[in-house]
């Protein structure tokens, strides 16, 4: 197991021997980082997500809300490259279509007139939004001008364009695990900080609080807690919920990192440069957040980046539930609700892209937290 | 010396009648043995070309990095993926109870294969750097030791264990029969140690390789192994092959020395010329940064310049160029020197002693 | 050993006190009482609650007694397998749960043989053929098989079993196996339908536990003794059974206890999918009817079964590596 060492590294790179005691360690995590092709792809991937989420609103041809009471369980809009002259061309075409109700099955049934094309366009005005918290607009990037609208994902039982809500639910989903991953690191590296450095009694005790809540299994942990929330009214709005629930989900999550921080700390208080701080009168606080920290925040970034899936997928799950984000608030677990029946999945198929959604972030994330952790410390599982 | 490089054979087995008795148990001939690693090829033996005397010890020295645990196991036939002997030959010099030779092209074995499988731990036995982690945590050291016993010579588990036993007196256990029952952590670094010889001398191997068995022991211990280790080399006739950074060891232990620089030998001699008469710069430079009896208190103990340069590196010329104090521009620098002999029957590889060039290095 | 195993269930005792504790807390932590849903649902199935009604209900659940009181009551009657009573369904807590928390168990346990059982294989096989295509291809199963929601597992999987097999997923037992005694045939009808929450579960579980397995496999192969057992001559097949593999189960132990959180919070979403007679559905239920004892009550049981779960990871450790020690 030579093969990552110093020397071996400092060589490729083409350096001179002589000096591969000064490569610093967060260089050469970094050398190893940005080798692993798999954390390319989970980086890569995830800024597109982030950025297509992000502009959500735009992106989408229609507000997340509309709900186009003619076109329930509407399939997704059928697209053609062909246009009116019979030729093959670059602009897209869809199709006139016209709905109407099936007296014996009680079911819309949309007719599309494939003689009728109707072209799509970029810019396109439509639905007002907001976006990023400073962009008002009513342009959206891909349209139909006049009245039929756009939907490439379909509808959903309400009407509701399913793109619109997949993207506008990214930004959910994607944000829980950055906010939830955050509260952990703080609680997290607080709490394993204090429990390392001072032991004793406060070390007892914050282990005995952790090794209860490791007694319990996670969801129906989570679940439990995030039942007991109030209903969303004036005062407890969407997005307070939505904090809370990361709250709970970190609540759990934060154990981990103590525990393995703790054991840092521990190893730390020992050490060369602890004993010399000591030695020369530094603080506790100076200890810890001068000398301790830095030297563990390779390890807290790795841990962090390992945590993310899971909370992304705790909050799928409790939203599916019907216990994590409600409406009016979307997030991909939510959207997942309205595919619990067989027959509905199977006629609507389209219902089911969140959880495509789903599966990807969590891949994206769990190559790049992979990768971390091979790069910061390649002997470790 | 090419008259058995040069050896060919049809058989399968590739083993052939020898006519003459032979001197040597095992030859390396132009080994090279190469890491495929994702950073890169590291070359860790460059055409390694020496001969294990038989019945005699044959010890190994060189700077850390050198390849004397790869060189070891290449012998052994166990380096594991993503290394590979990807060039030269081992021969092992089989001799039967009547006297007779056959021999054995190692490299020509598949690593996995029966024929391979016999040779270790039979005829062949290695014990390792590490004595705290050679041995397996989860069994007894009975257990571990009788397990040689069962598969080369087809003994029953009781009958193994008599003989483990009996072969950790051997070795100088103390309570050997109440160590085979425990587990390899209740022991001491020392006994341990032993333990290990115990399993290499097992099955009275005509080869022992021992890779820096005393390192990680105080002087103490080192000297007790030591010792036993010199009388149960006496005592079976075996080779013993004896790797360490210690030259105060090789003198106490070795008849024959090869000094080992970077995936080459830079020398091989008998141990006093080594001592004496050092021929290789690798050598004299490795003399200097030792202390020893007799020397002037005056004279300070130079360490060698620079650090060994790392395998993955592809330096042109002698690989010890750029260290050496009798460095010749234009010679040295430019290429390999190939292996000179010395009337006295010493090798060396250096361009102080003839201009002869490395051919296929 | 047997003391240390004496000792271990102290420990456990004590923590399945606090774990009573956090349970309670939980069945008081909804907003206004329990009472005020319960009072409300009655008025809405059309009956008239009147204030002596009510009354009785305050006294009969102790709402008047300060905090200590009530959670003495109700962990008093744990004993005599008295956990409260379940509001929604209108009888104790103690009948509803017992079957259910036996299926969740078995399914459990079953998910946890099954996936240790392939992981254990699997991650021999990648270890030894790193660098191999095989090797590749596994990791990829392995990370997809983490990525998938196991609800989402479960629907795809249900709608598959369903359309191609016409097969009725969503049942432990086939209708005319449901009341009846215990049988072969019975047995035999619980497994042709037990398999799909197993295979679901075990996805997740089997992927991530190969991957330590794996990681576990490369670790004790770069250890000198497995280079000595090769150099005594030894089959390469035993080296690595016999002196890396027994040597790489006892991480893979350790995380036992983290495997069977995993496992039971995988079962409670998946059966709830799958609408299995199993703890799921009844749990989270009860969690959005707010009827918190028989939530309370779950939760905490679930507590139990990880306490147990861990103590017998704990002695199976003790049992496999001769290093530890009986602190
Ligand atoms: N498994 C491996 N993968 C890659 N490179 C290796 C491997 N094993 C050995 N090497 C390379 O081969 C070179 C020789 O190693 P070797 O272990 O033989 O050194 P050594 O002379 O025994 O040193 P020491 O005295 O420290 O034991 C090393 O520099 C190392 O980089
Ligand atoms: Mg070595």
Redesign the interface.
């Known amino acids: 197991m030579v093969e990552t060492s110093a020397e071996t590294i400092a060589a490729d790179a083409g350096e001179e021997i002589s000096e591969v005691g000064e490569i610093p360690q967060s260089k050469l995590i970094w050398m190893r980082f940005s080798r692993n092709k798999l954390a390319l792809i989970g980086g890569v991937g995830l800024i597109i997500m982030y950025i297509i989420v992000g502009l959500g609103p735009f992106i989408a041809s229609n507000y997340y809300r509309h709900q186009n009471q003619d076109y329930l369980f509407g399939p997704p809009t059928p697209l053609t490259f062909i246009g009116p002259d019979g030729r093959l061309g670059l602009q897209p075409y869809t199709f006139e279509f016209s709905t109407r109700l099936d007296p014996e099955s009680f079911k819309f049934v949309f007719d599309i007139d494939r003689d009728t094309r109707v072209p799509l366009e970029l810019f396109v005005r439509g639905d007002p939004y907001s976006m990023l918290g400073f962009i008002e607009s009513d342009i959206h990037l891909l349209g139909i001008e006049g009245e039929q609208r756009f939907y490439p994902l379909g509808t959903d039982a309400l009407g509701r364009d399913v793109f619109a809500r997949l993207l506008i639910g990214g930004q959910v989903s994607l944000t829980v695990g950055l906010v939830g991953v955050a509260l952990t690191i703080i609680l997290g590296s607080v709490m394993g900080t204090i429990s390392g450095y001072f032991g004793g009694l406060v070390d007892d005790v914050m282990q005995r609080v952790i090794e209860l809540i490791l007694s319990f299994p996670t969801v129906p942990l989570w679940a439990a807690l995030a039942a007991a929330l109030p209903p969303i009214s004036r005062d407890f709005t969407a997005v307070h919920r939505f904090f809370l629930i990361t709250v709970i989900l970190s609540l759990v999550n934060w154990t981990g990192l103590a525990r393995q921080l703790r054991g840092k700390v521990m190893g730390y208080a020992e050490s060369d440069f602890v004993m010399a701080a000591l030695a020369s009168g530094a603080s506790d606080a100076r200890i810890i957040f001068v000398h301790m920290m830095p030297n563990a925040s390779s390890h807290i970034i790795v841990v962090a980046a390992l945590a993310i899936p899971g909370m992304i997928l705790g909050e799928t799950a409790l939203s599916f539930l019907g216990l994590g984000i409600l409406p009016p608030a979307v997030s991909w677990g939510s959207m997942l609700t309205q595919a619990q029946a067989v027959p509905v999945v199977v006629e609507h198929p389209w219902l089911m892209t969140p959880g495509i959604a789903v599966v990807l972030a969590v891949l994206f994330y769990s190559f790049l937290g992979d990768a971390l952790r091979d790069a910061a410390d390649p002997y470790s599982i | 010396m090419s008259d058995q490089v040069g050896v060919k054979e049809a058989g399968a087995d590739q083993q052939v009648e020898q006519p003459s008795p032979q001197s040597n148990i095992v030859e390396l001939r132009n080994l090279h043995t190469y890491f495929f690693t994702d950073l890169g090829v590291a070359r860790a033996l460059n055409g390694v070309t020496y001969d294990i005397p038989r019945e005699k010890v044959l010890g190994i020295v060189g700077e850390s990095g050198c390849g004397k645990s790869v060189t070891a196991l290449s012998i052994m036939n166990l380096i594991q993926p993503p290394g590979r002997i990807v060039k030269g030959e081992v021969m092992l010099h089989r001799r039967d109870a009547d006297g007779a030779t056959t021999d054995v092209r190692l490299t020509d074995l598949n690593r996995h294969s029966i024929q391979m499988r016999r040779i270790r731990g039979n005829e062949i036995a290695m014990i390792f750097q590490e004595p705290m982690t050679s041995l397996n945590p989860v069994y007894t050291i009975g257990d571990q030791i009788s397990e040689a016993f069962m598969l080369h010579q087809g003994v029953d588990r009781e009958e193994a264990r008599r003989r483990s036993i009996n072969i950790l007196d051997r070795v100088g256990m103390p309570y050997a029969d109440t160590v085979v029952d425990q587990y390899p952590h209740q022991l001491s670094g020392g006994m341990r140690q032993r333990a290990m010889i115990a399993m290499g001398l097992s099955c009275a191997p005509s080869l022992l390789i021992a890779d820096e068995p005393t390192t990680a022991l105080d002087v103490t211990t080192e000297a007790q192994i030591l010792d036993v280790m010199r009388g149960l080399q006496s005592d079976i006739g075996m080779s013993i092959m004896f790797i360490t950074h210690d030259l105060g060891v090789i003198a106490q232990m070795a008849d024959e020395v090869v000094v080992m620089y970077l995936g080459r030998v830079a020398e091989q001699a008998p141990v006093d010329s080594i001592f004496y008469d050092p021929l290789h710069p690798y050598t004299r430079a490795l003399l200097r940064s030792i202390p020893r009896v007799g020397r002037g208190t005056k004279e300070r103990l130079k360490p060698i310049r620079g650090v060994v340069p790392n395998p993955y590196s592809n330096i042109t010329g002698c690989p010890f160029h750029p260290r050496c104090d009798e460095f010749m521009a234009d010679v040295c620098d430019v290429n390999v020197p190939g292996i000179t002999m010395t009337d006295d029957g010493r090798a060396v590889r250096c361009f102080l002693y003839s201009d002869r060039v490395e051919k296929n290095g | 050993m047997i003391s240390y195993i004496i000792r271990r269930l102290g420990y456990m005792l004590i923590?399945l006190v606090?774990?009573t504790i956090?349970g309670f807390f939980?069945i008081e932590?909804?907003?206004g009482s329990y009472l005020e849903f319960h009072i409300q649902s009655l008025r809405q199935q059309g009956g008239d609650v009147t204030p002596d009604q009510i009354q009785a209900l305050e006294r009969r659940y102790g709402l008047g007694d300060p905090v200590h009181i009530r959670f003495y009551k109700w962990i008093s009657g744990f004993p005599r397998g008295d956990f409260g009573q379940s509001f929604q369904h209108q009888r104790p807590v103690g009948e509803l749960i017992w079957s259910r928390l036996g299926y969740t168990l078995l399914i459990s346990v079953a998910t946890l043989i099954v996936s240790w059982g392939i992981a254990i294989l699997v991650g021999v096989y990648s270890a030894t053929h790193?660098?191999t295509i095989p090797d590749y291809l596994i990791t990829v199963l392995q990370?997809?098989g983490?990525?998938?929601?196991?609800?989402?597992l479960a629907?795809?999987l249900?709608?598959f079993l369903?359309?191609t097999f016409g097969m009725r997923v969503g049942v432990l037992f086939s209708r005319e196996f449901r009341d009846a005694p215990f049988s072969i045939a019975k047995m035999i009808d619980l497994l042709s339908n037990i398999w799909v929450p197993i295979v679901i579960l075990g996805v997740a579980g089997t992927a991530w536990t190969s991957?330590?397995m794996r990681?576990?496999l490369l670790?004790v192969l770069?250890?000198?003794?497995v280079?000595?057992?090769?150099?005594?001559?030894?089959?390469?097949r035993k080296v690595i059974w016999k002196?890396a593999v027994?040597?790489a189960l006892h991480?893979l132990v350790m995380t036992l206890?983290m495997a069977?959180?995993?496992i039971?919070?995988?079962e409670?979403?998946v059966s709830?999918?799958l609408n299995l007679p199993t703890s799921g559905p009844l749990?989270?239920q009860a969690?959005?009817q707010?009827d918190m004892y028989l939530?309370?009550t779950?939760?905490v049981f679930?507590?139990v079964a990880?306490?147990v779960g861990?103590l017998l990871a704990d002695i199976m450790l003790a049992g496999?590596?001769?290093?530890i020690q009986y602190r």
């Open positions: 923590t606090f774990v956090v939980i932590l909804p907003p790193r660098y990370f997809i983490l990525a998938i929601p196991n609800f989402l629907l795809v249900m709608i369903q359309q991957r330590v990681a576990n670790d770069n250890m000198q003794y280079q000595t057992a090769r150099a005594k001559g030894i089959h390469e002196h027994r040597n991480p206890g069977l959180p995993g039971i919070s995988g409670v979403v709830t999918v749990f989270f969690l959005i707010q939530a309370g779950f939760l679930f507590a990880l306490l861990n496999l590596d001769p290093r």
